[in-house]
């Protein structure tokens, strides 16, 4: 495990990806390898699954406890999901950066502007894949995923990553280990990752766009 020194202040980092973009894989791989890096940990009123740690996996809470932390103003942002509410805790967030520890925040699009608004510290990371071709591979090669659901997860991407302008920095992971390399450079070094630099996000979003056009059309033949 590598701990080497932060020449910036911790704070908290947003990471936004479309589904299959990998941001999960490198928060979870960049918090295992660096001490004073941790990943947020979601309050829910969604029931404990077996397996499931409190504080671990989520912090399980009842739905009086949550609207409690929302009329306190104790989230940085919140939202419902299939009846169940989740939210990130302001004072774990605060906690952990008054500890000397970075916390990552796995969100998407939606949730990033309510932080955002809500924290004007914390610095912004859209994940974006090489091109679309290598994100559906990914979905594929998850296994878990029917060919029309990724086909719908491939549709949503298209509009997920025309988001990509209202985040600080852009990173393309083309390969793992070194977007794990450029994203743990910004965070202790505040060195912007290389991979953006020069890539076309535009060009990458309208072809996603058109793909999920020319899938549409061809369902309705």
């Known amino acids: ?94 906690k952990a950066i008054k500890s000397s520890q970075s916390v990552l925040l796995d969100i998407d699009w939606q949730g990033a502007q309510q932080v955002r608004a809500a924290f004007k510290e914390a610095v912004s990371v859209y994940i974006l894949p090489p091109s679309v071709e290598v994100l559906a591979q990914r979905l594929a090669d998850r296994g878990r995923e029917t060919p029309e659901q990724i086909s719908a997860r491939l549709d949503e991407a298209a509009s997920e990553m025309s988001h990509y302008g209202e985040y600080d920095h852009i990173l393309v992971n083309t390969e793992f280990d070194q977007a794990l ?35 549409s059309e061809t369902a309705n033949l």
Do not use: W
């Open 181 to 215: 390399d450029e994203l743990e450079a910004l965070i202790h070094r505040g060195e912007p990752p290389q991979s953006g630099r020069g890539f076309d996000v535009a060009a990458l979003v309208d072809y996603a766009k058109s793909v999920r056009l020319k899938t």
């Open 1 to 94: 495990m590598s701990n080497p020194a932060a020449s910036r202040p911790p704070t908290l980092y947003i990471l936004s990806a479309p589904s299959g973009g990998g941001k999960s894989s490198l928060a979870r791989a960049l918090a295992d390898r660096s001490e004073n890096i941790v990943t947020s940990v979601s309050h829910t009123t969604r029931p404990q699954r077996p397996g499931e740690t409190d504080g671990v996996d989520y912090f399980f809470v009842d739905p009086a406890q949550f609207e409690q932390m929302i009329k306190d103003d104790g989230f940085l942002e919140h939202a419902e999901v299939f009846g169940h509410c989740y939210g990130t805790s302001r004072h774990a967030v605060e």
